[in-house]
């Protein structure tokens, strides 16, 4: 079944071009002439969707395939969904305009918590039914995978299947072993029990759950001997061998990361001990220069895109970035192309870098110092110091820079007022010591100050810590804003909604109980929970008041070591026992080195690649301000 729009229809809601697909460089084939549908779906706005480097990536891999392909679909905004529903037409994926339900596979990238109301309206939308139990032969696999599958248990009800880690090794392995039981005519049920002997497959309706009376997970046990205790995360061992898409999609409309964007490396040598994406993508893999380098060239023929973005978890971290940056420079200056280095790091901050690269466009610079005061940035492992900011803040200033953004993070274990209260105290210094410098772009400084709320993660050393109460967060906030405002007008200050942190909390770290408050309010009309105009923290209230659990149960209280976590039956590569011992460190102050100075011995070297000890064999220069 083709959806037919006709024109009065898509001109009556804003933005017509996010819904008829057809973009440049858009994949075309002829559906009956492939054995796999798969359906990509992005829970969010198409904007946010085509801006994701995941799905770029995967609709490349699955659409290489001649038996496969791969079509997208996308969260209507809130005015074609009312059409859509008005019309009484299913969602559609925008290759074929074919309604969700009629794909053999319909795939959900998980990448941030706030999206998974939208997971079960695009299900409904798409006509396949939200719960898993409620699906019968002849309807689609529900699959799952991203970063927030680390812990998939929230979900567990919806999802029939999660993909656990990297994915583009073990979602070709998915196709296949769909194939083999399509043709083997086997049942619904055994499709399920074939995938989970997949590495990376985790299959929720082939485990059990067990509580204790507090609410407290006693186990998550397999229901047969064939299904496997734990599950155990892909990892892509080689990045240069790896397709990596250089005919990317050109949307006709702007999106949120309108560019090229080229993925240097997977994982991070820091351990900052907030970071999720730290330790769940390790060990540091990374790709050569050259084939970046051939990638950024073929990737500006293909698309006509005017900008490139370096993109990783610490971009000057790149062994291989001043003979990448060198090369990349001479060819952007001649095509006209401009250059973004974002995620720099403050401790090997670059201005020869900078310079060349401003040479087309020069825009703001951003860094994290995640804390003000030194004490609280050894506690959470970040390893820069005063002294890092402040020299890197004048070379850039020297440099004639004029507009810093600085990251900070409100709430993090073991936090004081004097530590919330360094967060300004900081910028004022800067604005001052800056005020020095020859020229005028030191008297003309400006600094934006941003502050999230700490969340904790699975899978990083602060998973055992409560949040941080909404009320300490809320009262944070505002004595930093008037502080702020009483002292200069030279520092702007943006904060992140308590509220909307507190859901994020409970959905990070749920257990599959979870999944009732998501459906409760998803039925009252929640959706876009990661949009200000749409979040309702009222309703969110309202759905955990009648599935009787409690939103500080799973945000605001410590856990014990010993506790069982919902998510412990996930290996995601790093040791428990290693996490431990940085937990404690947190609490001692104690810093942990960064993996290219010494291994830590966190257990993902052993994780069937020896990496990170090859990376350090081979003396990568990681954290060294190289020449450019």
């Known amino acids: 079944m083709q959806i037919k729009l006709d024109d009065s229809l898509l001109l009556s809601v804003e933005k017509p071009a996010k819904y008829t697909g057809n973009e440049w460089n858009m994949v075309r084939k002829d559906p009956g002439k492939v054995d796999v549908r798969f359906a990509f779906c992005f829970p969010d706005d198409y904007e946010i969707g085509m801006s994701h480097l995941g799905m770029k990536i995967l609709y490349h891999v699955l659409n290489k395939r001649e038996d496969t392909y791969c079509e997208r679909a996308f969260a209507p905004w809130v005015d074609m969904e009312a059409l859509l529903r008005e019309k009484g037409l299913p969602l559609y994926t925008l290759e074929t305009f074919t309604p969700l339900c009629e794909f053999d596979m319909v795939g959900f990238t998980l990448q941030y918590e706030m999206s998974y109301t939208n997971i079960l309206n695009m299900l409904e939308l798409g006509g396949i039914p939200v719960w898993s139990r409620d699906r019968t032969e002849g309807m689609p696999f529900v699959i799952a995978g991203g970063p927030c599958a680390c812990n998939p248990e929230p979900l567990a009800d919806f999802i029939d299947f999660f993909v656990i ?100 490396f997977r994982g991070c040598v820091r351990g900052c001990r907030f970071c999720q994406a730290g330790f769940i993508y390790r060990p540091v893999r990374e790709r050569s220069h050259e084939k970046l380098f051939e990638l950024a060239k073929a990737s500006v023929e293909k698309t006509g895109y005017e900008e490139i973005s370096l993109v990783s978890l610490s971009t000057s971290d790149y062994s291989g970035l001043p003979d990448l940056c060198n090369n990349l420079i001479e060819y ?30 020069k825009s703001g610079l951003t860094f994290a110092p995640e804390a003000g005061t030194q004490r609280l940035r050894d506690v959470i492992n970040k390893g820069i110091t005063d002294e890092d900011l402040t ?7 020297a440099g004639g820079w004029t507009s810093v953004k600085l990251y900070f ?85 943006n904060y992140h909604e308590a509220k909307l942190s507190l859901l994020e909390a409970v959905l990070a770290r749920g257990d599959r109980r979870v999944g009732q408050v998501i459906h409760a309010a998803w039925k009252k009309g929640c959706k876009f929970d990661g949009w200000d105009e749409f979040f309702s923290f009222e309703k969110w209230m309202e759905a955990f008041q009648e599935c009787g659990l409690s939103p500080e149960f799973y945000a605001n209280r410590k856990r014990a070591y010993s506790e069982v976590l919902p998510w412990d039956h996930i290996d995601m590569g790093v040791s428990k026992e290693f996490l431990k011992k940085e937990n404690l460190k947190a609490h001692e102050g104690d810093l942990t080195r960064n ?11 052993v994780y069937g690649t020896g990496i990170c000890i090859k990376a350090k064999q081979r003396g990568l220069g990681y954290g060294q301000d190289a020449e450019i």
């Open 332 to 361: 952007t200056e001649k095509e006209k192309v401009s250059l973004a280095v974002p995620s720099l790091r403050v401790d090997n901050f670059s201005l020869g870098l900078m310079e060349k690269i401003s040479k087309v466009r």
């Open 595 to 605: 993996c290219a100075v010494g291994c830590s011995n966190c257990g993902a070297q």
């Open 165 to 264: 880690g990297e994915g583009e090794e073990v979602t070709l392995e998915i196709i296949d072993a769909y194939k083999q039981w399509k043709q083997a005519g086997e049942d619904r049920q055994q499709f399920l029990k074939r995938v989970s002997r997949i590495e990376g497959v985790y299959v929720p309706s082939l485990y059990q759950v067990f509580y204790y009376e507090d609410g407290t997970v006693m186990d998550v046990l397999p229901v047969s001997a064939d299904v496997p205790d734990t599950v155990k995360r892909r990892i892509i061992k080689n990045l240069d061998a790896v397709d990596f898409p250089d005919a990317i999609i050109v949307p006709y409309v702007g999106t949120v990361h309108d560019r090229i964007m080229l993925e240097l």
């Open 409 to 493: 993070m409100l709430g993090l274990p073991t936090e004081t007022m004097e530590d919330v209260e360094g967060i300004d105290d900081m910028a004022i210094n800067l604005i001052e010591t800056c005020r020095t410098i020859p020229g005028e772009s030191g008297k003309a400084l400006r600094i934006t100050l941003s502050t999230s709320c700490f969340v904790p993660k699975p899978f990083t050393p602060f998973q055992w810590e409560p949040m941080d109460s909404m009320e300490n967060l809320m009262q944070k906030q505002y004595h930093l804003k008037d502080r702020i405002k009483k002292r200069t007008r030279k520092v702007e200050y």
């Open 391 to 397: 020299s890197s803040i004048r070379l850039a200033v």
